[in-house]
């Protein structure tokens, strides 16, 4: 007998349809597909773990409910993260932000996990050293890697204005740092996840 065809995870464009004919639950899948990305927007943002979940979490409250306004112009993961943008900045301005270490939650090996933590640690302070227009910049390219136009789009920058940011933030975080990656900066998955996930479908 042949093999079964494996079913086929449905694209981000195919969600957003069936959750706008009314199939609610669909929008856990895109929120659970998306939440790293955009909180780590909002964690570049805030420097708050804090502060970024509650951005994150009213960021996708407001994408739902603008969901088929969404015409697809670009890009799903363009859209929600400059509206996870602007709602990150609009709440920098209501309330400082907090220091809070990063908590590393991961199946991994206590060792991994401290190397993980480490990494990110020094990498987060690289990037609390620099300028927020840069710092922002930096964490949509090389962390998110979106690409310029799609950085230029979220945070309202021109492309030149994004390459230059881009150039200078590269060039701070090169003098502190050699060989390391940015793979595991601003991890949001697990619990943290879970948690927010439980929220946003609650709110729905």
Known sequence: MPPEPLLREPDDAELISRVCSGIRADFEVLVRRHNQRLFRAARAVLRSDIDAEDAVQQAWLDIYRNLKAFRGDSAFTTWATRITVNTAILHARKRPTLTEASNVESG???DVALERAEIGLVLE???AQL???NREVMVLRDVLELDT???AACLGLTEEAVRVRLHRARAAVAAALTELTLDHVYEFDGARCDRLTSNV????
């Open 149 to 151: 136009a799609e950085t």
């Open 125 to 127: 302070g690289c990037l």
């Open 131 to 133: 300028p927020q227009g």
């Open 201 to 204: 479908m609650a709110n729905v």
């Open 108 to 110: 991994a090996g206590p």
